[in-house]
Structure formats: C-alpha cells, structure tokens
C-alpha cells in the first residue's frame, strides 16, 4: 500500500544519522522495510526502526537522497510504500542473539524490542554507536564493539559475536548490517554449527517483487527476504561476491 | 484431457507464460519462474547497449493494479548471452527485445536465436520509453516492416507484442499477419500516470507510466477479441490474469496461451500452478477435452 506519513517527531542518533517517526496504522514486522520518496529525490528503500502503530525510519547520510530526508522536520510529509518483505522469524523457545553493525543496527531494533534478546551493537567508532540508548530499555545484555577501541570491546562485531557465543548458550543470530560483516557473520554460524538470519540489501526499484533488479542469485531481495535464513545464504553464490548494477549486470563486490 | 497447447508451431506443455518483465531479468530468475508450473518464460525486454532504466520512483501500487516507469533497464544484449545459458536449462524461453529501428530488431532476434531462445517477442509496446516501444507499435507501416525483417532472418518463431494505447489495433494486427508473424501478444501494460496529491507532482521520475494487473484485464480480453476477429495469426493473451477465470475469458476470446506479469507479484510463484490445475478441473466440468477446443469460443 501506498501512503502519505507525516513527521511527528526527528531524533539524532549520531552526527550523521536520524531518526524520523510517523504514525501509521498499516501492520508491520520486525524486518520489513518501506520505500520512501519525497519531491527532489529517487525513492529509496529504508527499514523499519520501529514497528508498533508509531514507526520510524532511521536514516544515515551518505548521499544525495539520504541527505534529502535529513532536510526534513516535523510536520513534513513523506510518500511511502509498503511495507515489504520477510522479516525475522521470532519464536520464544529460541535463545537469540542480535547482532546491529552500523546503520544495520535501526533494521534490528524491532527485533530487539519485541525478543528482549542479548545484543551486540557494533560500530566503527564510538561516535557511530547508534540507538544502544533505546536498546538498553530492553534488553539485560546489551554488549558494545567498535573497530578503533574507542567503546566497549576493540574489534569488529563478528569477533565479539564468537566471543559471546562461544558458550554454546544461544540457538539462533539475528543480524543486519554490511555485507562484508555479515559475510564473516555467516561462515562464523556455519562454524559454530549456529542457526541465523540475516537481512541482507540489493539495489531495489519496484521493492515489490516484481521488476526482479534486487535478486541474488534466483532470491528477490526484497520479496523472498530480506531476512534469509543460513541454509538459503549457504546456497547463494552471490551473497559476499557479487551484485547487479541498475542495468542488471554483474559487479563484483569489493 | 490435457492442458497443452499450440501457439503456431510451437508446443507447449503448459498455457501459461511468464510475461515479460517480472523475475526474468537474469538467469537464476526465469529457471526458477519455469520449475514452478509455467510453460515458458519470456525474458525481460533485451536492448543492443545496456541500459539502467528510469530512475526511482519507476513504480507504484494503484487500485487494481501497478503503474510502472521502469523504462527497459537489461544488461544489453551481449552480457545477456550468460543468463540465456542458465535459462534455457530451465525450460522454454522467449527472448524479448526493443529496439529503434528495423535492422535493429534484426540483430538482437539473431543474437537471440543463437542463444538458444525458442522464440523472439518484439517488443512494438512498452508505453513509458521514448522512440521505443508503443511509438512504433501505434504505427502499422512500421511494424510490418519490422515483422518482415525479422521474420526474414531468424528461423525461431517471431512473436509481435502489440500495445492497448491505439484506435489502429486493427490495422497494427494485420500489418503483423500480412509480415508473416507467427503470434500477436496482446496487450502491454495501457498508458497511465499517478498525481501525489499533497505534493501536487506526478509520482513517478518519467511522469508517465503503464497500469497492469486486474484492472486491464477487461481491456485485454476486448483486445484480444478485435485481433482474433480481424486476424488468423495465432493470440497469446496478456494482462491481469491472475486466475483461471481471468485465463479462460482470454482463451474465449481467441488466445491460444496466456502470459501473467502482475500476478506473480501479488500471488508468488505459485500462481501457475495454481491456474493449471483449476482450468483443468474447469475443462473436466465442462467438457473441454483440450484447450484448442475453448480457443475463440466466444465468437461464435
Ligand atoms: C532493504 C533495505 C533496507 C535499508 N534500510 C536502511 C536504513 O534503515 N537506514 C539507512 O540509512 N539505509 C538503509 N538502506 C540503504 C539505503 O537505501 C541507501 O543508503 C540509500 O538508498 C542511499 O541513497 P543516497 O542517494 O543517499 O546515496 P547514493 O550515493 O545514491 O547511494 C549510496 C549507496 O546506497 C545504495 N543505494 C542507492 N540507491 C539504492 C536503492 N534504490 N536500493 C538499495 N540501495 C541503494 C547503493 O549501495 C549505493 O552505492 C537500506 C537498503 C535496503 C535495500
Ligand atoms: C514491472 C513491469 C515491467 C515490465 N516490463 C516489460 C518489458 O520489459 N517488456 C514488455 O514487453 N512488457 C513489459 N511489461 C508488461 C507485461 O509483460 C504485461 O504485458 C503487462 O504487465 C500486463 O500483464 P499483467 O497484468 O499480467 O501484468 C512489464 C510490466 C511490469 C508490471
Ligand atoms: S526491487 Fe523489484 S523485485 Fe525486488
């Protein structure tokens, strides 16, 4: 469905990230994501940071659309549509462990208020921690990493994800963040014979399932996911490989 | 009682078609279109150079349907050679193309062939790409010229797809029977647009747009009737089918197959399977024994 929302509230989760919510009434998962679009931009695909009658969307800066959306205040509307896809899985009887890296962190959130699960929330530096804030609301563990030291544990979130886990305590990770982390993420699960689900991105048009630009190998992205679950990433070739530019040819990732 | 069909000469095990443009842009797609119940697949529309399409917005939930600008985003027709080879493991498929002129059209229908395609679908069609698509298709000189080149020089059979967005469908119709066309596939999606009110601004970045999905259907069903009246050329019927009732009011009206586009969005994969065996059920109860025996049925 197609809708317009308008901005009740903008907070700053970081120097270069916010926070924008709405009101709308439309049913929501943890995972799903919306397109959204305002004059002066292409429409962009943003996940879910919140998905009770109140949502949000949480946005990083770092090109010309993102930017458009942080010129936005409350009282502003947004054109959006959704929302789209295959969230998380979330069952009770499953110990989790969710892991955020980056603006990923916003993808996660949901899950992380409706489990109260153990959390990871990782970072390059301590000034783009994001959202442990509303995270420590919820959660009885929540565990810091940044790649500089400057917070919590000194490493990538992978690192401290087999740290935490080694324990054998958990059934299932939940993570969103770059490919590259959740690459490394992924072979770690394998390794350790964990279960996962991981939200995974693609270049998307029609966000819909039906233009086809987002797939991964024979997965839409943004239908058949973008939450995948282990064994389906263990099939993609393309998954921390390779991708489709807007033509829909093959780039390989770097 | 089966559910084969005939398009020409073409057989086909199953009456349903992957349209193109929805999940067949690469390789690892289409198979997986063709393991879930469809007859064949056509490719998404397939140009000489490749081509990002329009920018975003390019598409929209409507009532009753999707407008779409994605304005023919494909790889180009060389690096399209590789997702060939992944789909034609798969089963049957289609290749579409567009292109500007003639000799155009000539080239990719040859690359197409030697890539393994069971046919080739001249886009003559698309609403929302300019010098491309419907403003050829609205013109029936041009399209028998097309046609007969492209009929010409490739031995696979050569489909025409022809748009709603015309008072000459009569005319383009018979312009692809007189070049030798082996089937018409109608329609594309009917030209559109979409206004956001609280910004006063068309939604998407091309303006314009083409509306699929249930609420063309009655439009295609007419088309399909005017072309099977005014032509012998076998019809594949295409636009909101999403159903078997949707699939046997275009047989009726004289298609010998179906295509479903927006249908595979809004019900999955599934959505063949699904059709397959209704219809069958449909012709079991009332005594179609194949679906040769419905085609047209409606004229008389
Ligand atoms: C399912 C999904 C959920 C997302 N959720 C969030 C989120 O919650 N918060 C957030 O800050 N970002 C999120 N993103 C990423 C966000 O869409 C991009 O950062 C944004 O599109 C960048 O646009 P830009 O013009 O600012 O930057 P550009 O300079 O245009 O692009 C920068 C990079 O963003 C990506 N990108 C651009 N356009 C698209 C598109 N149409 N689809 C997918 N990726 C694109 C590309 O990798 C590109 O290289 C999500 C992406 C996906 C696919
Ligand atoms: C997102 C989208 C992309 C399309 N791309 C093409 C295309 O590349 N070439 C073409 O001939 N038709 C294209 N079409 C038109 C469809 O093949 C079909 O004719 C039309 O959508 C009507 O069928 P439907 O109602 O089942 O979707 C596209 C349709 C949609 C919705
Ligand atoms: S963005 Fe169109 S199918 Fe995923």
Redesign the interface.
């Known amino acids: ?2 809708d ?1 929302i308008k901005i009740i509230n903008v907070s700053e989760e970081s120097y270069d990230t916010k926070s924008f919510e709405f009101r709308w009434d439309e049913k929501a998962s943890p995972g799903q994501f919306i ?1 959204a ?3 002066g931009m ?3 695909p943003m996940s879910l940071s919140r998905t009770n009658r109140i949502k949000s969307i949480t946005v990083k800066a770092i090109g010309p659309d993102t930017r458009r959306l942080h010129e936005l205040g409350i009282g502003d ?1 947004i ?1 959006i ?1 959704g929302p789209y896809g295959k969230g998380f899985d979330i069952r009770k009887d499953r110990k989790t462990l969710i892991v955020g890296g980056g603006v990923g962190t916003a993808a996660v959130m949901p899950a992380i208020k409706e489990t109260g699960a153990d959390t990871i929330i990782g970072a390059r530096a301590s000034n783009d921690v994001i959202m442990d804030d509303i995270a420590s609301k919820y959660v009885k563990n929540l565990w810091i990493s940044t790649d500089d030291g400057s917070r919590g544990f000194h490493g990538n979130a992978v690192q401290l994800m087999k740290e935490k886990a080694s324990s054998g305590e958990y059934d299932v990770v939940m993570a969103c963040g770059p490919e590259i982390m959740l690459y490394h993420l992924h072979r770690a699960c394998v390794d350790m014979g964990l279960d996962c689900q991981l939200s995974l991105e693609r270049h998307m ?9 987002c ?1 991964m ?2 997965q ?1 992205v943004c ?1 058949d996911g973008p939450v995948f679950t282990r064994d389906q990433i263990s099939a993609m070739k393309d998954f921390g490989v390779s991708k ?6 093959i780039v390989r990732l770097g | 009682m089966t559910i084969d069909t005939c398009v020409g000469s073409l057989k086909l095990e199953r009456p349903g078609i992957v349209a193109s ?6 390789g ?2 289409i ?2 279109m063709l393991s879930s119940g469809a007859g064949a697949a056509v490719t ?1 529309s397939i140009g000489l150079q ?4 329009h ?7 409507v009532k009753g349907g ?1 407008v ?1 600008a ?1 304005g023919l ?4 027709i060389d ?1 399209f050679k590789e997702e060939m080879g992944a789909a034609i493991a798969g089963g049957k498929v289609v290749g579409s193309i567009y292109g500007a002129t003639a000799s155009e059209f000539v080239t990719l229908a040859g690359k197409m062939e030697e890539y393994g395609a069971t046919a080739v679908e001249l886009n003559l069609s698309c609403p929302h790409a300019k010098g491309y698509g419907a403003e050829i298709g609205v013109d029936a000189a041009l399209v028998k010229k097309i046609v007969s080149a492209v009929k010409s020089s490739v031995s696979i059979p050569v489909w025409a797809k022809l748009t709603p967005n015309t008072h000459m469908l009569k005319e383009v119709a018979l312009a692809v029977q007189d070049a030798g066309g082996d089937a018409i596939v109608a329609i594309n999606t009917l030209k559109a647009m979409v206004i ?1 009110p ?2 006063g ?1 068309p ?1 998407l ?1 091309n303006k314009f747009g083409g509306l699929s999905g249930p609420a063309v259907r009655s439009v295609g069903v007419r088309a399909v009737y005017d072309i099977r009246a005014a032509v012998d050329v076998p019809i594949v019927g295409v636009g909101g089918i999403s159903d078997w009732r949707d699939a046997a009011q275009y047989i009726m009206a004289g298609a010998s197959a179906f295509q479903i ?2 249908a ?2 809004t019900k999955g994969v599934k959505v063949f399977d699904s059709i397959n065996k209704d219809l069958e059920d449909f012709m079991r109860d009332f005594g179609y024994s194949t679906i040769k025996d419905m085609v047209g049925v409606a004229h008389e």
């Open positions: 469905m197609s317009f397109m679009w305002v004059p292409e429409e962009i509307s054109r549509r048009k029609c966000g819909a399932g039906v233009c086809g630009c797939v190998d024979d839409r239908r489709r530019d807007e033509c829909g040819r | 443009g929805i999940m067949d842009e690469t690892a797609s198979a997986r998404k490749p081509n990002p399409g920018r975003n917005p390019t598409f929209t939930e999707f779409n994605m985003p494909n790889p180009g690096l956001s609280e910004f601004k939604f970045s586009g927006s595979i969005a």
